[in-house]
């Protein structure tokens, strides 16, 4: 059965830090590229950091560019997203997706993260 399993997500304060886990099973996790997502009330889900299969390639959105840093640990079958200097618009309820280059994808159900005084 293929779970991606998110958490670390919580309240923090405006400038302080988080650290996402998505852990997967079920399917060969260093097959997969990994991709954090996240969804603000009211608005699309948007892409936020993804890693290639290897770790060897990243990219960021830029809203979170110099502030967010996505790693993999393909021996733990998990994917990770620092998230330092919050700001209150990162508030979303946080997935992680992974994707096989033959067209295989699964999604988290997703942790809530919000950033608030």
């Known amino acids: 059965q293929v779970q991606l399993v998110e958490s670390g997500g919580g309240l923090v304060q405006p400038g302080g830090s988080l650290r996402l886990s998505c852990a997967a099973s079920g399917f060969t996790f260093s097959m997969f590229a990994m991709t954090w997502y996240r969804q603000a009330p009211g608005k699309e889900r948007e892409l936020v950091a993804g890693i290639t299969s290897r770790g060897g390639n990243t990219n960021y959105a830029d809203s979170v560019k110099g502030r967010f840093t996505i790693s993999r640990d393909n021996a733990k079958n998990t994917v990770y997203l620092q998230m330092d200097s919050l700001k209150p618009e990162d508030t979303a309820v946080y997935y992680c997706?992974?994707?096989?280059?033959?067209?295989?994808?699964?999604w988290g159900q997703g942790t809530q993260v919000t950033v608030s005084s």
């Open positions: 997706k992974a994707d096989s280059n033959w067209g295989q994808r699964y």
